[in-house]
């Protein structure tokens, strides 16, 4: 961490340029749709305070929809929360992403999403904020926040991104959603560096849900570092969120590219020694690619009674990630039950 400003970030009004493609009976009136949900996101004011963790502040930016804004949401008994890797997707495959996150019977009508892998004003993209669309679209709060972007040698190259099958891209990052306001939005640049000395982010922010103060994070770990400096990836987050001792509960999820048994068993050991739960057993596949399948994400929470109901939604394919849901109530635990329930 380096320095912090203590001033409102706003989403910056720059000129979106959508490139999307519908089915034919619906084209017309999704483009207008569209088209809206991105003016709209040209023209949001911020009120969220923020302060970023680092000394590029461009790469933070919180918003709120209209809706949002206007809404008094009631705080539940009961926590929908939903962590996806949606890969970058854009044009109508994000659509569909936003179509399942407001009615799938699996990951629909979460009240906090986490996202990973999430584009804002990128080529591959047409130009569009992608958190900032989806929150439009779904009625949210949301903060969004990406790594430096690669400089000099650590620029990614034209022959390496052909290697690699990845574009030239450098404002990807993570975004936490929510229908609650936000406050104390962070942006986290994780220490340990991988190949060519890119670097990876996380986003915190604490969400205010009646009288709780639930602090989030949205993780997207290194994937080709070892498994001690991956884990101090994680405890990075962790000694953040010791900062923030108003918050009554702390959720901790997305895409920590455990692959390796030994990354799992470290994870889970990290958490578990930090009083938190999670339902997901260490064996359960969240990531496919051809013949691999591997567990890469997670949803860690702490100061909530017993998850509820959980499921890793394999059935939507849109990412090489599936999407992780949990339904978890406010109700405290005992601290028996507390001290650090892990699916293993």
């Known amino acids: ?45 911020l009120t969220i305070d923020a302060r970023a963790v680092t000394d590029d502040a461009t790469l933070l930016e919180v918003g709120s929809s209209p809706v949002a804004v206007a809404s008094k949401t009631v ?30 019977s699996s990951i629909g009508g979460a009240h906090i999403i986490g996202l990973q892998e ?55 990052g993570v975004a936490i959603l929510s229908f609650f306001p936000m406050t104390n939005v962070e942006r986290h640049v994780l220490p340990n560096p991988g190949p060519g000395k890119r670097r990876r982010a996380a986003i915190g922010a604490t969400l205010i849900i009646g009288t709780h103060r639930v602090r989030v994070y949205s993780v997207h770990a290194e994937t080709r570092i070892s498994t001690k400096e991956k884990v101090a990836q994680f405890a990075h987050v962790l000694d953040a969120l ?24 470290d994870t889970i050991k990290l958490f578990t020694d930090a009083k938190f739960s999670t339902p997901f057993k260490a064996g359960e596949e969240t990531f496919r ?21 959980n499921g890793v939604a394999r059935e939507i394919k849109i990412s090489d990630h599936y999407p992780l849901w949990l339904r978890v109530n406010f109700n405290q635990p005992s601290p028996a039950q507390d001290a650090g329930r892990a699916g293993v």
């Not at 903060?143 to 404002?171: F, I, M, S, Y």
């Not at 509960?249 to 390796?260: E, K, Q, S």
Request: one cysteine or more; charged letters at 25%; proline letters at 5%.
């Open 289 to 309: 690619l051809r013949f691999v399948n591997w567990r890469l994400d997670w949803i860690w929470v702490r100061g909530f009674a017993p998850v509820s109901a």
């Open 1 to 45: 961490m380096t320095s912090y400003t203590s001033r409102p970030v706003r989403s910056p009004l720059t000129t979106h340029r959508t490139r999307f493609s519908f089915s034919p009976l619906n084209k017309i009136h999704q483009a207008s749709l569209q088209s809206l949900a991105t003016l709209v996101c040209l023209l949001l004011m």
């Open 118 to 172: 999430v584009d804002r004003h990128t080529k591959r993209n047409g130009n569009v904020n992608t958190a900032c669309v989806i929150a439009e679209a779904l009625g949210m709060h949301y903060a969004w926040a990406a790594p430096p972007h690669p400089q000099g040698k650590e620029a990614k190259t034209g022959k390496e991104a052909k290697r690699t099958n990845q574009p030239v891209e450098d404002e990807t």
């Open 75 to 104: 705080a539940p008994s009961e926590l929908k929360i939903v962590s996806y890797n949606i890969r970058w997707r854009g044009g109508e495959d994000l659509q569909r992403i936003i179509e399942l996150l407001r009615r799938d």
């Open 242 to 265: 010791k900062q923030h001792t108003d918050a009554t509960h702390a959720v901790v999820l997305g895409d920590f590219n455990t692959w390796r048994a030994d990354d799992k068993r």
